[in-house]
Every structure is written in structure tokens, then in C-alpha cells.
């Protein structure tokens, strides 16, 4: 099994950048496929992005197509967040998850295929 630690998160003006990280320790990261999801304060957890173990597939909620980047490197066992032109509807607690199911090429954007999941890091998008 891994463990998924988030880092990154942090306060900026609508418009802005942030880069999340997330580091899994223990068990064999190349083996699942990630994602990201958030969380707004009241509101239920949804998903933002999905890469796939071998790196080549993604996907990403429609609300963020275009303006957040999913990447991944194996070797460091870490996958990133590059998040731009960020909006204050971007404000959450964002979560990564690991998910040990599916090929080099699977990606999921279902919160119950994911078996492990971080703490959380804040993102806050003021206007």
C-alpha cells in the first residue's frame, strides 16, 4: 500500500498559480494510477484530475480543462497540481488518492475506485 502526503497548497488573488505535490511513502508508487479531488467546505468531494501509472492518460473535470496540469514522476514518487488562472469556486481542501486497480493506461474519476487517500492541503482563491 502507499501513502499519500499533499503539499502546496496556500492563499492567492483569482488569477493566480499554485502547484500541489503529492509524495506517496511506502509501497510501490508505479503500481497506481493517481488522482485529485477537493472539497469545498459543506459541499461533497469531487474529482479535479486522474493519471494513469505509466503516465500517458489523464483526464480532467471539465471545470478545470485547460487551466490545471496532472503529471507524475515514478522515480520520485510524487505527482503534481499545476494549477493556473485559478477562481475563487477553486477554493477547497484538495485530496490525492491512489488507486492500485486497472493497466498503465487507466485512469479513474470515481472517488470509491480510490483505495488510499492524503490528509488534504487548504486552496484559497480570494477575489
Known amino acids: 500500500q502507499v501513502q499519500p502526503v499533499e503539499a502546496g497548497g496556500g492563499s492567492v488573488q483569482a488569477g493566480g498559480s499554485l502547484r500541489l505535490s503529492c509524495t506517496a511513502s511506502?509501497?510501490?508508487?508505479?503500481?497506481?494510477?493517481m488522482g485529485w479531488f477537493r472539497q469545498a467546505s459543506g459541499k461533497e468531494r469531487l474529482f479535479v484530475a486522474a493519471?494513469?501509472?505509466?503516465?500517458?492518460?489523464?483526464t480532467y473535470a471539465d471545470s478545470v480543462k485547460g487551466r490545471f496540469t496532472i503529471s507524475r514522476d515514478n522515480a520520485k514518487n510524487t505527482v503534481s497540481l499545476q494549477m493556473n488562472s485559478l477562481k475563487p469556486e477553486d477554493t477547497a481542501v484538495y485530496y490525492c488518492?491512489?488507486?492500485?486497480?486497472?493497466?498503465?493506461?487507466?485512469?479513474?474519476?470515481?472517488?470509491?475506485?480510490?483505495?488510499?487517500w492524503g490528509q488534504g492541503t487548504q486552496v484559497t482563491v480570494s477575489s
Open positions: 488518492a491512489a488507486d492500485g486497480s486497472g493497466g498503465a493506461y487507466y485512469t479513474s474519476r470515481t472517488l470509491a475506485e480510490y483505495d488510499y
Open positions: 511506502a509501497g510501490t508508487f508505479s503500481r497506481y494510477a
Open positions: 493519471i494513469s501509472r505509466s503516465g500517458i492518460s489523464t
